[in-house]
């Protein structure tokens, strides 16, 4: 899933929502780097650019080496964080697919994580690894990169307003206040 900055997590949960898992069960790291670092190279230079990885580390699809796709990424001044899911010792977790012959269906998904791989990564670029095991140990860690890569956001797009309308509203007001009181009064028409 590819997603750039935002502070709409109803969107991003949306997003996150619509990924479809195959049955293979195949990754390619090194082609996600590559299509990450495609978009954020035309970001301005100034900008911190960052790239949050999180997988099992095990590059089994695709063409792009992740260490190749981590150089090109650090060329560009982007910072990969990696955070690996998973054990070392081997892991599972039931997956739900949609399988085109036969609908929805759940398989257990077999991985091990690979340190090895994600320490690279980051290291590459300068960024820092993770290990979350459960989903408290995964908000922890983006807390910690939130950290990390907090900076003042400025907006120079930003437009003040001096609105000129107040005198005119009361001018008007009186207007239509003295209109009354006349029509009641001095100019009153008798039929």
């Known amino acids: 899933m590819l997603s750039p900055s935002t502070f709409d ?18 990754t390619s790291i090194g082609l996600g780097i590559a299509t990450a670092v495609d978009m954020l190279r035309s970001v301005k230079d100034d900008a911190e650019k960052v790239i949050i990885l999180l997988t099992d580390g ?14 090109i990424a650090s060329n ?16 599972h977790a039931w997956v739900t697919y949609t399988d085109p012959n036969y609908g929805k269906r759940r398989i257990r998904a077999d991985f091990t994580l690979n340190e090895k791989a994600l320490i ?14 459960t989903s408290s140990a995964l908000d922890n860690v983006y807390n910690t990169i939130d950290r990390l890569e ?34 009641s009064t001095r100019f009153l028409i008798v039929p």
């Open 150 to 183: 907090k900076k003042p956001i400025t907006d120079d797009n930003l437009i003040q307003y001096n609105e000129l309308y107040k005198p005119f509203i009361i001018i008007a007001l009186i207007c239509i206040a003295l209109s009354i009181i006349l029509s």
């Open 120 to 133: 690279e990564i980051a290291s590459i670029t300068g960024g820092k690894y993770f290990n979350a095991k």
């Open 9 to 26: 997590y109803t969107s991003l949960e949306k997003e996150i929502g619509n990924i479809k898992i195959d049955e293979e069960g195949s």
């Open 58 to 71: 095990e590059n089994n699809s695709g063409e792009i080496d992740p260490k190749l796709a981590s150089e």
């Open 76 to 91: 560009f001044n982007i910072k990969i964080y990696t955070i690996g899911i998973g054990d070392a010792a081997g892991s």
